[in-house]
T-cell receptor, first 115, second 112 residues
């Protein structure tokens, strides 16, 4: 069974440029998470989707970040414009659901460097 | 602000020894607790989950939970160099919230 797929794996951009990350969760996983992980820190949740509905997005900086999960499968996270402080690893995870605290499976992440 | 505290380490143990990793949390209503392992440059992978007070064993790993004292620990018996990684503690609050709070992780080094 394929795991969570993310692309690109690495991205280097200049500040004020836009950037987008893509995630394809494990087949059948209804819940999708986007996390940001700074160096030496644990992952911080940005947004959680139940199917196509964003149910937890309180920590998403909505002035510059946006996300979508059309059709309830793959998802895109966008930053526009990027700032120096956005440099981090962006992790996508998926789980079967949240009726119970199901195991989250993480993708390999996208390492973003903003110059 | 719900907090999860971990000593960043590094914790260095010799091969074959028991490694003890600790995590404390601030939200007394927290219900579910997870330990993840993260190798350098890789994504986190789940090692264990624990929900009730006491010990839970899985192979060389034992998770211990004490809700009264608000701490959860992970013991790794017969530590191997391949166990060298950062171990992240994740805590889910109660009240139906599905937003986990991760600690910053403890770096473990197992030397031959």
């Amino acid at each position: 069974e394929a795991g969570v797929v993310q692309s690109p794996r690495y991205k280097i951009i200049e500040k004020k440029q836009p950037v987008a990350f893509w995630c394809n969760p494990i087949s059948g996983h209804n819940t999708l998470y986007w996390y940001r992980q700074n160096l030496g820190q644990g992952p911080e949740l940005l947004i959680r989707y139940e199917n196509e509905e964003a149910v937890d997005d309180s920590q998403l900086p909505k002035d510059r970040f946006s996300a979508e999960r059309l059709k309830g499968v793959d998802s895109t996270l966008k930053i526009q414009p990027a700032e120096l402080g956005d440099s981090a690893v962006y992790l996508c995870a998926s789980s079967l659901g949240t009726v119970t605290y199901n195991e989250q499976f993480f993708g390999p992440g996208t390492r973003l460097t903003v110059l | 602000q719900k907090e999860v505290e971990q000593n960043s380490g590094p914790l260095s143990v010799p091969e074959g020894a028991i490694a003890s990793l600790n995590c404390t949390y601030s939200d007394r209503g927290s219900q579910s607790f997870f330990w993840y392992r993260q190798y350098s440059g890789k994504s986190p992978e789940l090692i264990m989950s624990i929900y009730s007070n006491g010990d839970k064993e899985d192979g060389r790993f034992t998770a211990q939970l004490n809700k009264a004292s608000q701490y959860v620990s992970l013991l790794i018996r017969d530590s191997q160099p391949s166990d060298s990684a950062t171990y992240l503690c994740a805590v889910y609050p109660g009240g139906g919230s599905y937003i986990p709070t991760f600690g910053r992780g403890t770096s473990l080094i197992v030397h031959p």
